[in-house]
């Protein structure tokens, strides 16, 4: 297991940005996939992004795609999330999480999870 907490959340004005960081604890983050998901009230939590233990390779979910960049930083423990030209609709708690399946969309497949960050954007 590892322990991962979000920060970087937000009120933000549409057209804005926003960078989330998810901090891991744990000797075994460079050997793991990470990913992003958000949940908005009364909404299922939904993927985000996702990347791959050695960061060459990412996932985006299509509503996210060209204005979202994951990153990571293996020697700092460290996940981000560059949000940009968000939009209403990103509102969400949005949640980090770790995985041994790289690049994997399905939230069933990661065994540890942050606390959230609340993102909201305003129109």
């Known amino acids: 297991q590892v322990q991962l907490v979000e920060s970087g959340g937000g009120l933000v004005q549409a057209g804005g940005s926003l960078r989330l960081s998810c901090a891991a604890s744990?000797?075994?983050?460079?050997?793991?996939?990470m990913g992003w998901f958000r949940q908005a009230p009364g909404k299922e939590r939904e993927f985000v992004s996702a990347i791959i233990w050695s960061g060459i390779t990412t996932y985006y979910a299509d509503s996210v795609k060209g204005r979202f960049t994951i990153s990571r930083d293996n020697a700092k423990n460290t996940v981000y999330l560059q949000m940009s030209s968000l939009k209403p609709e990103d509102t969400a708690v949005y949640y980090c999480?770790?995985?041994?399946?790289?690049?994997?969309?399905?939230?069933?497949?990661?065994?540890?999870w942050g606390q959230g960050t609340q993102v909201t954007v305003s129109s």
């Open positions: 999480a770790a995985t041994q399946y790289s690049g994997n969309r399905y939230a069933e497949n990661y065994h540890s």
């Open positions: 744990g000797r075994t983050f460079s050997s793991l996939g």
